[in-house]
């Protein structure tokens, strides 16, 4: 309790520009009326104890909002203004171990607002790019329709097929009924009310039900359906309110969209920004260096791929070279052997269809891009015999009527 205390407070006074020194401005002192607080040259606000309270966790806030909870706030930031002052006047701030500790808080305030507001405002899409986001994935800001009804349930139809005449030739109330005769245990108590729902979703005292919502779906409001018949048995059902979907305004998601987006190229912006800075400066990374030492080069790794009898040994040796060396020469056929291995060797139609389509997308304008489309066109017809993929794209290319 103490600690969540010595926080808030610490983050009050830090935002609190407020706390003037009279020696400095006598324009910026506090007026006297609104004056809770001093420690020497320090001033306290009513205005700042206020802020310092709103910003303290809900079970704290209710006991220092009070009057005499906000005199004990006001006595124990005080004795923060004390405590610092005597730490001054003691010289720990010159302390090795302090002085390591107020380093290491400086810097990572530091680190932390220059990523912040230099390098990953960068990341921020455009307006443009916002609206365009937006407008292509309205299913992630539409609220769907949502329907409040109530229903009485039984397994026996006749009896319910008697309960709706009572409701609709007796002008008995609906609710009433529910009460009384519902073998719903989940919403008897309260005359069948099944709250608001989405259809498709879940319903209270329903559970997951497609045939129960397809039907009250297309219900009018303040009619009494049914008996219809769903999976535990059969509901008669009114419809009291039905809210329409909607999309919500691009304005209130906007932040959301953008910080949505920035998160998706936040890593390349910050790789591509400190490369440039790393210009300025004399860096070494010595792991990196000798990762790349021992690295094997793209045609290395083909190679190595090709003499392996391991069919996934030989998946993940092409795969580096998919991902690490996309731009290489040999980068489309090794995406194209992934496929080939899944096709051929593995007997996995499906992965194989992925990986071939990914090249196509990928490199399209590649030779094995055109081989790709025959595999994927032929994936249940024998493969034509080759001794190395320049033969298979010439048989392909022959068969192909090219």
Same mark, same amino acid.
């Given at each position: 309790m103490r600690k969540t205390l010595v926080v808030a407070m610490a983050l009050v006074l830090s935002i609190a520009s407020g706390c003037t020194k009279k020696a400095e401005k006598v324009s910026d002192e506090v007026p006297a009326d609104k004056v809770v607080g001093e420690v020497d040259d320090w001033q306290l606000s009513r205005d700042q104890l206020e802020e310092a309270v709103r910003r303290l966790p809900d079970e704290q806030r209710q006991k220092y909002s009070t009057p005499e909870g906000m005199a004990i706030l006001t006595q124990r930031m005080m004795q923060e203004q004390l405590a610092y002052r005597e730490a001054q006047r003691l010289g720990l701030a010159k302390r090795e171990d302090i002085a390591k500790m107020i380093e290491s808080a400086t810097?990572?305030?530091l680190v932390s607002k220059y990523i912040e507001e230099v390098v990953d405002t960068?990341?921020? *899409?455009? @307006?443009?790019? &916002?609206?365009?986001?937006?407008?292509?994935?309205?299913? &992630?800001?539409?609220? &769907?329709e949502r329907l409040r009804g109530q229903h009485i349930f039984s397994k026996d139809k006749a009896k319910l097929e008697d309960l709706k005449r009572r409701v609709e030739e007796g002008g008995e109330k609906f609710t009433t009924l529910a009460h009384t005769y519902s073998e719903d245990p989940v919403t008897k108590a309260e005359g069948g009310d099944l709250g608001y729902f989405n259809p498709g979703g879940y319903i209270k005292g329903i559970g997951f039900s497609q045939t129960f919502s397809d039907q009250v779906s297309v219900m009018e409001p303040g009619k009494v359906y049914g008996p219809i018949k769903w999976e535990e048995g059969?509901?008669?059902v009114r419809i009291n309110d039905k809210v329409p979907a909607t999309v919500v305004p691009y304005e209130e998601v906007r932040e959301d969209i953008a910080k949505r987006m920035s998160a @998706?190229? &936040? @890593?390349?912006?910050?790789?591509a920004h400190f490369e440039t800075v790393a210009k300025n400066y004399k860096v070494r990374n010595v792991l990196k260096e000798k990762l790349d030492k021992n690295q094997r080069s793209p045609q290395e790794l083909f190679d190595f791929?090709?003499?392996s009898n391991d069919p996934q040994v030989r998946i993940n040796a092409f795969q580096q070279i998919v991902d690490r060396f996309p731009q290489?020469?040999?980068? *489309?056929e090794a995406m194209f052997m992934i496929g080939f291995v899944y096709a051929e060797e593995l007997k996995d139609r499906n992965m194989a269809d992925r990986t071939f389509t990914a090249l196509m997308e990928k490199y *399209?304008?590649?030779?094995?891009?055109?081989t790709a489309r025959w595999m994927v066109d032929n994936l249940d017809e024998p493969l034509p015999k080759f001794q190395d993929l320049d033969e298979l794209n010439k048989t392909i290319e022959k068969k192909s009527g090219g």
């Open positions: 810097h990572d305030i960068k990341a921020r *899409p455009t @307006d443009e790019e &916002l609206h365009e986001y937006y407008d292509s994935h309205q299913d &992630l800001y539409t609220q &769907l059969y509901s008669i @998706d190229k &936040l @890593d390349q912006v910050r790789d791929a090709q003499s290489d020469k040999v980068a *489309p *399209p304008e590649s030779e094995m891009a055109k």
